[in-house]
């Protein structure tokens, strides 16, 4: 990572940005729910915090993922050099720790070759 911010100032900010997000969240189911919050056990409240969790940690990887297969750095051709083209996107799922992770790439065509290519493949691995 490129910045000069200490990695503890990082976590701090981070660490209040998602506190402005789950406050919004849980404002907002608040809202929805009414008082229903008053008869929540403690395993109602771990299960949540399971779950927001999972949703956050899930959200976090197809953002970021998606930065990385967006953008094609190089279009050319991995074994002629040749300038492919872009024909279509296709969709996989990428297995993290934290369950998988839907992601988008860009399939590219080289006409010397007649075969296809995916540019972000190495950008993102396998
Ligand atoms: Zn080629």
Redesign the pocket.
């Given at each position: 990572m490129a910045s000069k911010k200490s990695r503890e100032l990082r976590i701090e900010e981070r660490e209040e940005r998602l506190k402005v997000l789950v406050a919004a969240v849980l404002a907002a189911e608040a809202e929805e729910e009414g008082d229903a919050w008053e008869h929540e056990t403690i395993d109602d409240v771990e299960d949540a915090m399971v779950e927001i969790g999972d949703l956050v940690a899930r959200e976090v990887g197809v953002q970021k993922l998606a930065r990385h297969t967006e953008k094609v750095k190089d279009d050319r051709?991995?074994?002629?050099?040749?300038a492919?083209c872009r024909v279509e996107d296709r969709g996989r799922e990428i297995i993290t720790r934290r369950g998988t992770v839907p992601v988008s790439e860009a399939k590219y065509h080289?006409r010397?070759?007649r075969?296809d290519f995916f540019p972000s493949d190495g950008a993102i691995g396998h």
């Open positions: 051709c991995p074994r002629c050099g040749h492919g080289c010397q070759c075969r």
